[in-house]
């Protein structure tokens, strides 16, 4: 069993990345909707601040700098920048764990990332430092699965991963399909700006050609099974990875490897007929309110619990 500081270093690592990138790709999609100048745009780049929590999202008279704040501001608790240092301070403690290639690649993101030219960078090509920013962030994970052993440690960062970006795209989904903001997704670029938040405008053009229609966008996102940004995608492999970690282990009413069986079978088994009848709301919030409960769960059970259910009788 690994040392539970560490599961819970790993675990952060993985979620703090996830989160990094989702909010360097809003802020570019917000970026690019608003130069259009048109209401289709301006809504669009509402629905991503929305998705953040942002209170001020229906002020839009400045995007740029709500965009940059979201990047570069250090004060802002879920900035792209916070985000980073979590990651990286996460991925300090653990040195020992990680391979120097996956090390290497996030901490050189965060000192650019951080660097006193960071904001005239991102002042003088704002499009360019957030994809680049995205692209280390790739390779950070492309580094970690192709250098680290696909162990316990592994395991454990991309449970973080799957976690953070089941919420994260639930948490769009419903801004964008949920409530009177439905109305938005009549507007072609509207749809193709969701599709981009959730890096999936290509995926879905091969899955359902150039139809862009809100009940197929929704479709996707939720339930495909091959797409690695869709919500049941990301369960299943919280599942599987839960599964790999619990080897030899009771498994109780309120362990995380329950309930993330639990909402899998839940997505595998509903379709958007289903969704349709209820509303999206209904399934998009019981997602959300699941993966906090398996977060709870991953904390109580990987790493404070009880030291005597670890001890031998």
Same mark, same amino acid.
């Given at each position: 069993m690994m040392l539970a500081r560490v599961a819970d270093s790993l675990y952060w690592v993985g979620r703090y990345v996830e989160r990094a990138e989702h909010l360097s790709r809003l802020s570019a999609v917000m970026l690019n909707a608003t130069l259009d100048r048109t209401e289709a745009g301006a809504q669009a780049a509402q629905l991503a601040r929305a998705s953040i929590g942002d209170p001020? +999202? +229906?002020? %839009?008279?400045?995007?740029f700098n709500a965009a940059r704040a979201l990047v570069l501001d250090?004060?802002?608790?879920?900035?792209?920048?916070?985000?980073?240092?979590g990651a990286r301070e996460n991925a300090r403690q653990v040195r020992d764990q990680i391979t120097t290639e996956t090390w290497e690649r996030l901490n050189l993101l965060y000192l650019r990332a951080t660097a006193g030219q960071a904001e005239r960078d991102f002042d003088a090509n704002a499009p360019d430092f957030l994809q680049g920013i995205i692209a280390d962030l790739h390779l950070?994970?492309?580094?970690?699965?192709?250098?680290?052993?696909?162990?316990?440690?592994?395991?454990?960062?991309?449970?973080?991963?799957?976690?953070?970006?089941? @919420? %994260?795209? +639930?948490?769009? %989904?419903?801004?964008?399909?949920?409530?009177? @903001?439905?109305r938005v997704l009549d507007d072609h670029l509207a749809l193709v700006s969701i599709l981009r938040m959730a890096c999936a405008l290509e995926p879905y053009l091969r899955a359902y050609t150039a139809d862009l229609h809100p009940r197929y966008i929704l479709e996707f996102l939720l339930f495909d099974e091959d797409f690695p940004r869709s919500i049941r995608y990301s369960t299943a492999l919280m599942e599987e990875h839960l599964t790999h970690i619990s080897k030899g282990r009771e498994i109780g009413r309120g362990d995380p490897l329950r309930l993330a069986g639990r909402l899998n079978a839940r997505l595998t088994y509903t379709d958007v007929e289903d969704v349709e009848s209820t509303?999206?709301?209904a399934i998009l919030n019981s997602v959300e309110a699941e993966c906090s409960a398996i977060h709870q769960a991953m904390y109580e059970t990987f790493v404070a619990y009880p030291l005597e259910t670890r001890l031998p009788a």
């Open positions: 001020e +999202a +229906a002020s %839009l008279s400045d995007p250090r004060d802002l608790g879920g900035s792209v920048v916070v985000s980073l240092a950070f994970k492309g580094a970690a699965d192709a250098t680290m052993s696909h162990g316990e440690g592994w395991r454990f960062m991309l449970i973080g991963v799957h976690l953070e970006r089941a @919420q %994260l795209i +639930a948490r769009l %989904l419903r801004v964008c399909f949920s409530g009177a @903001q439905g509303g999206a709301s």
